[in-house]
Structure formats: C-alpha cells, structure tokens
C-alpha cells in the first residue's frame, strides 16, 4: 500500500517537473522571437531597432522576421522536455 502511494506521489511530481519544463521552454522561445533574449548568449541586455535584435553583450545579430517565421510545434517541445 505504501509503494503504491509512493509510486503515485513521485509520479504526480514528475509530471508536474515536466509541465514545469514545458511552460519555461515556451516562455524561453517566446523570448527569443521577439527579440528580448539572445539566442547565442542568452542575456535580457537586447537593443531592438528596426527589424533586427541586437545583444548588447555579446555583439549577435539576429532579423526577428526570421526568428518569428521558425515555428516549434508542442510535440517537439515535448519531445525535448521528456524527462529520459
């Protein structure tokens, strides 16, 4: 009785970790496709001007239609949130 009710608790953490994961990926590839986080250093110090985003700390340069025009659909996100 005591397994099974451990077994449920871990695995109601587990999805729980793992719906966690989900929503931070999708905030994090929100963040890069308007241009408010870098895609190769990751900082927040991003200067937006016209249709490009550039990082004030590293120096990369990204167009923001191209990064918009890339789309991840849930499946992948969850593909590459599965806990292995």
Do not use: Y
């Amino acid at each position: 009785m005591t397994k099974g009710i451990l077994g449920l608790v871990a695995a109601v953490i587990g999805l729980a970790i793992w719906k966690s994961r989900q929503a931070a990926m999708k905030r994090r590839l929100a963040d890069f496709d308007e241009g408010r986080m870098c895609v190769a250093c990751h900082s927040t110090n991003m200067e937006i001007s016209w249709s490009h985003a550039t990082c004030r700390a590293c120096g990369h340069r990204g167009d923001l239609a191209a990064m918009r025009a890339a789309k991840i659909d849930d499946q992948v996100i969850q593909d590459l949130t599965r806990p292995k």
